[in-house]
C-alpha cells in the first residue's frame, strides 16, 4: 500500500512509531489492536500470504463485525489507489521520505508555472490545479515549506504576482516548470527573480529543459540547476542535498552550475 508518511505525522503519529511500522509485531509502539489490524491488512495485500484463520480469529477479538468490513473497506481503497498510481507511473511518499536526522531549519520552496497557455487551451484546463507542480511538492520531505503558484490565473499581473510572492516568502529555491513556448518567458522571469532576491537559487525542469538543456546554460539568464526528466525524486534530492549542503554529483537527472560551466549528471531511470 502506499502509505504516507507526511499524512501520518501531520495527523499526530509519533515519527517513532512510523519508524517502526515494517516491524510492528516486534514494536512496543503499538499495542494488540493495531497489531491485530496491521496483520490482517498484511495478509489482504500480500500476494504472497493468504488470510489464516488464526489472523481472522485475531482481528475478531479486537473488532467487531462491522468495525472488520470497515477495516476491510479502507485497505481495498488504499490498494487501489497504490495500483492507480502504478499505472500513471505516480511516485509514491512511503516510509523512505521520513526526515533524516542531519534535517535542520525547513526551506521555503516556491514552485511557478510560466503564464503562457495555447491560444486554443480551453478555459477549464488552464484553471485545473497544476498537477505536475503539485506532485514535486508532495514529493519533498515534510518540514520544508513549499508554495505552488500557478501563473496561468493572472496573466494580466504576473510582474506584481511575483514580486509579492517573493517578497512576503523569501524563497531559498524557486523552481519553475517550462514547456518549449514558455521558454522566452520562463528566462525573463529568471530575470526578475535574480534581481528581486539575488540570493536565491534558481531550477527549472519540465519538458524544455529537458529536451533542450544547451537553451538554458549558455544563456546570461542561465538558472542553477536544470532538472530533467521525471522531477519528483530529482528534485526532492536536490533540495536534500542543498540542505545537507552534500554537493549535487550524486542528484541523478541532476545539471548544475559551477564556475567552470554546467555540469550533468546521469540521467535518473524512468520511475516504474
Given at each position: 500500500m502506499d502509505i504516507r508518511h507526511a499524512v501520518g505525522v501531520k495527523v499526530g503519529?509519533?515519527?517513532?512509531?512510523?519508524?517502526?511500522?515494517?516491524h510492528f509485531e516486534d514494536s512496543a509502539q503499538f499495542n494488540e489492536r493495531e497489531k491485530a489490524a496491521l496483520a490482517?491488512?498484511?495478509?489482504?495485500?500480500?500476494?504472497?500470504?493468504?488470510m489464516s484463520d488464526a489472523c481472522l480469529a485475531r482481528v475478531r477479538e479486537q473488532f467487531t463485525e462491522a468495525e472488520i468490513v470497515e477495516l476491510t473497506f479502507i485497505i481495498g481503497y488504499q490498494t487501489f489507489a497504490s495500483k492507480f498510481a502504478k499505472a500513471w507511473r505516480l511516485v509514491p511518499q512511503g516510509?523512505?521520505?521520513?526526515?533524516?536526522?542531519?534535517?535542520?531549519?525547513?526551506?521555503?520552496?516556491?514552485?511557478?508555472?510560466?503564464?503562457?497557455?495555447?491560444?486554443?487551451?480551453?478555459?477549464?484546463?488552464?484553471?485545473?490545479p497544476n498537477g505536475a507542480l503539485a506532485s514535486l511538492a508532495g514529493n519533498?520531505?515534510?518540514?520544508?515549506?513549499?508554495?505552488?503558484?500557478?501563473?496561468t490565473l493572472v496573466q494580466s499581473r504576473v510582474r506584481e504576482t511575483v514580486e509579492r510572492l517573493?517578497?512576503?516568502?523569501?524563497?531559498?529555491?524557486?523552481?519553475?516548470?517550462?514547456?518549449?513556448?514558455?521558454?522566452?518567458?520562463?528566462?525573463?522571469?529568471?530575470s526578475l527573480l535574480r534581481a528581486l532576491r539575488p540570493e536565491l537559487l534558481i531550477a527549472v525542469g519540465g519538458y524544455d529543459?529537458?529536451?533542450?538543456?544547451?537553451a538554458y546554460t549558455g544563456v546570461a539568464e542561465a538558472?542553477?540547476?536544470?532538472?530533467?526528466?521525471?522531477?519528483?525524486?530529482?528534485?526532492?534530492?536536490?533540495?536534500r542535498a542543498m540542505e545537507a549542503q552534500s554537493g549535487y554529483a550524486d542528484v541523478a537527472g541532476l545539471s548544475y552550475r559551477t564556475q567552470g560551466g554546467f555540469l550533468h549528471n546521469p540521467d535518473r531511470p524512468i520511475t516504474a
Open positions: 503519529i509519533p515519527a517513532g512509531k512510523l519508524a517502526d511500522l515494517l490482517f491488512s498484511e495478509q489482504i495485500v500480500r500476494d504472497d500470504l493468504e516510509f523512505s521520505s521520513a526526515r533524516p536526522e542531519w534535517r535542520s531549519a525547513p526551506m521555503q520552496v516556491l514552485l511557478l508555472s510560466m503564464p503562457d497557455s495555447f491560444e486554443h487551451m480551453p478555459t477549464m484546463a488552464i484553471r485545473m519533498l520531505d515534510s518540514h520544508h515549506r513549499v508554495a505552488v503558484a500557478d501563473l517573493v517578497r512576503e516568502l523569501t524563497p531559498d529555491l524557486v523552481g519553475l516548470s517550462v514547456m518549449t513556448f514558455q521558454r522566452r518567458t520562463a528566462l525573463k522571469l529568471i529543459p529537458s529536451l533542450a538543456p544547451e538558472p542553477d540547476f536544470l532538472v530533467r526528466g521525471e522531477g519528483e525524486l530529482t528534485f526532492r534530492d536536490l533540495v
